[in-house]
């Protein structure tokens, strides 16, 4: 697959792998669990799943889509609100991960949007939302270790390069 693989397919697998990655390390837990924070940030593994939901919005939405969205106090993005469950805040980050692929399945990653004072390529989009995503995967893995030892960063059969 590797030789006929396009830049934009390697690209979102790379960036899907990471995304199921962080729905991974919230899989299984008890909302106290998932929203308890160990760190004097406040982070918690479903702060930053929320948080993860308003990236993939921002980036793709209003980024590159030009959709003018209601703005979230940045605090907000990542403190679940008491009634929001896990499964609650999984479904709008998978529902915004949709939104993205959707997005990105319209443009050319040689296409330019107007960003700051200038422009920026799809291409530097999706490989930032891979850096983001990975990222943050990484500081789930090591809260998720600290709520009940589960390791690894990938859910079995999610490796990107596989």
Not at 9 to 18: T, V
Not at 123 to 135: K, N
């Amino acid at each position: 697959m590797a030789g006929t693989e396009t830049e934009l397919h390697l690209l979102s697998r790379y960036l899907d792998a990471y995304r199921g990655a962080i729905r991974w390390k919230v899989a299984g837990l008890a909302r106290e669990q998932a929203a308890r924070s160990m760190v004097s940030s406040g982070t918690s593994l479903l702060g930053i799943v929320k948080h993860m939901g308003y990236v993939e919005q921002g980036w793709f939405q209003e980024v590159i889509d030009r959709r003018k969205l209601e703005s979230i106090p940045p605090a907000d993005e990542f403190t679940p609100a008491d009634d929001e469950t896990v499964d609650q805040i999984v479904a709008f980050f998978d529902e915004q991960c949709a939104i993205s692929r959707e997005i990105l399945s319209t443009r050319n990653l040689n296409d330019l949007v107007p960003f700051g004072d200038g422009e920026l390529s799809i291409r530097d989009v999706v490989v930032h939302m891979i850096e983001e995503t990975a990222r943050h995967a990484g500081h789930m893995d090591i809260l998720r270790e600290q709520i009940d030892g589960q390791t690894g960063g990938f859910p079995p059969g999610g490796l990107p390069w596989s």
